[in-house]
């Protein structure tokens, strides 16, 4: 694609459908089957230098860092796999772009230019710029929700559900039964029950729901995809009850690589095709472009004028001028072809293909890790790892701290401490209580991967030296950002001492 005499993308994939033609995702085989191993396929040019502390550091660092992983310090962190939010590599065509942004407060070219490449990959005309996923989240929830409205989901995202319980709205889950088994393996476990949306619907009336939100490649339950039938058929039911359907973009990218290799119907599209096909049905499409895109951001976007000019408003108010949005115009170049690289499947197979790797390593061993390998990162289910730790204790919190000091590999909770407490205090309990090991794209090579494989190994073989948490300081909004926690005991001092004894002087 070339604008303004330059060129802003590079090839898109290497397969161009001619008729009659099948897109199969490529794969390049190994020649001894027993060594098939995920292939990078790009090659790395800068390179960070990694530290990995000691283990009696690292348990003197989770102490200062009062148990949560989301406060260590990133130079005490080996593999950080706490997100893929804002952290994947960008590729040489992404940088060289930003180089060139046209940097003014109004009316910059590189809007224009950010602005042709989303009606380009999504086929709608308005693009309202944010800073990020949840300020679109923001200016969605100020213009749609009221007191005691219901904003039915396939799942609930943490920032999402905030946002919308702020404006006295309430969050309903209509995920399908078989996606919060973390042990049946099945294509698309976060797929909507489409009978429930319809009951609930008619239950609390159309009046009372703003909108349906379908959470693309579903993160809170491992990130598992919808099939592309499914979000079509929500967008139908939307249409027929004269809702508002809205698709959270940010997870797409792995989503598509799903349907691409899962789902019969997608078997003979582009990666464009399928990408468009969804969009045409939606009425408001946001994303992170911190996920989507590999760069940083936010967009919400729509061919229904109407819609965008209800939010418009707010964008200058919250965020920056219409033409940046608060990002800067270099991600937003970024961004521009960052998008464009989502239509490549060599460059979106790149986090499924390496994540799927860890958890076959990991499930071959007999560590409880959520089936069938999701998008976003590998999952663990910790509640299976550590069956005598209770909620109450966190065992998702507990089994990341130890992760930590097993390997100096940061991982995130996304279980009970996740949650927001009930209005009347007590604690809502987590569905599942996972450690998810994010993969952000490009980052790690195979044997990073390896040693998080292996040091995971270490610590499930010395699960019963694993104790509990409890809250210090618990912070009422969002608690697990920057909430503090204690261990139950000197469990992790008796962890570290074993880490010594086993792996000697090694770090
Ligand atoms: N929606 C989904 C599905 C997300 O995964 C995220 C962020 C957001 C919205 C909010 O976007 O961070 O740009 O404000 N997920 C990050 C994560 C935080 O680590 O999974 P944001």
Not at 94 to 105: C, G, K, L, N, T
Not at 112 to 134: D, W
Request: net charge negative; proline share 4%.
């Amino acid at each position: 694609m070339v604008e303004s005499g330059r060129v802003i993308a590079p090839r898109a994939g290497r397969h161009h459908l001619s008729q009659n033609e099948t897109y199969i995702m490529s794969i390049v085989k190994f020649y001894k089957e027993e060594h098939q191993v995920p292939l990078e396929m790009h090659k790395v040019r800068v390179v960070q230098k990694l530290f990995l502390p000691t283990v009696e550091e690292r348990v003197q660092k989770l102490r200062e860092a009062g148990n949560n992983t989301f406060l260590l310090q990133n130079k005490d962190v080996f593999m950080d796999m706490l997100t893929d939010s804002g952290v994947n590599a960008m590729s040489d065509n992404q940088i060289a772009a930003s180089m060139q942004a046209d940097d003014s407060y109004a009316g910059s070219e590189t809007f224009n230019r950010l602005s042709r490449v989303i009606e380009h990959v999504f086929g709608t005309r308005y693009f309202l710029p944010a800073h990020q996923g949840r300020a679109c989240e923001n200016i969605l929830a100020e213009t749609f929700v009221k007191e005691g409205d219901v904003v039915p989901m396939n799942f609930h995202f943490t920032t999402t559900k905030a946002h919308i319980t702020r404006k006295g709205g309430r969050v309903e889950e209509l995920i399908i039964a078989e996606g919060l088994d973390p042990n049946l393996e099945y294509p698309f476990k976060g797929n909507f029950d489409i009978a429930r949306l319809r009951a609930l619907i008619e239950e609390v009336g159309a009046d009372h729901v703003p909108f349906v939100r379908i959470e693309a490649g579903t993160n809170l339950i491992g990130g598992q995809p919808l099939s592309m039938q499914n979000m079509l058929d929500v967008a139908a039911v939307c249409k027929e009850y004269g809702i508002m359907s809205v698709l959270d973009a940010s997870l797409l990218q792995d989503n598509l690589y799903f349907i691409k290799t899962r789902e019969e119907a997608a078997k003979n599209m582009s990666v464009a095709e399928i990408i468009r096909k969804i969009a045409d049905q939606m009425d408001l499409i946001y994303f992170s472009s911190r996920k989507l895109g590999f760069a940083r951001g936010g967009a919400i976007i729509s061919n229904n004028e109407s819609l965008i000019l209800k939010m418009k408003a707010f964008i200058p108010l919250y965020e920056g001028f219409l033409t940046y949005g608060g990002m800067e115009v270099r991600a937003m170049e970024a961004m521009a072809v960052g998008l464009m690289e989502t239509l490549d499947e060599e460059i979106i197979n790149q986090g499924p293909i390496f994540i799927e790797y860890l958890v076959k390593e990991l499930s071959e061993y007999g560590v409880p890790m959520v089936k069938p390998a999701g998008g976003l990162g590998a999952h663990i289910n910790a509640s299976e790892f550590l069956p005598n730790i209770p909620h109450e204790q966190y065992p998702a919190g507990a089994l990341a701290t130890a992760l930590y000091i097993a390997g100096g590999i940061r991982g995130m909770e996304r279980g009970s401490l996740s949650e927001q407490r009930n209005p009347d205090g007590s604690e809502n309990y987590a569905e599942l209580e996972l450690v998810r090991l994010a993969c952000p794209r490009r980052v790690f090579t195979l044997s990073q991967v390896k040693y998080c494989a292996d040091r995971v190994k270490w610590l499930y073989d010395n699960r019963e030296l694993i104790g509990g948490l409890k809250w210090v300081e618990e912070p009422e909004v969002l608690r697990f950002f920057f909430g503090r926690l204690q261990p139950l005991s000197d469990w992790q001092e008796k962890l570290a001492a074993k880490f010594r004894e086993d792996f000697g002087e090694s770090l």
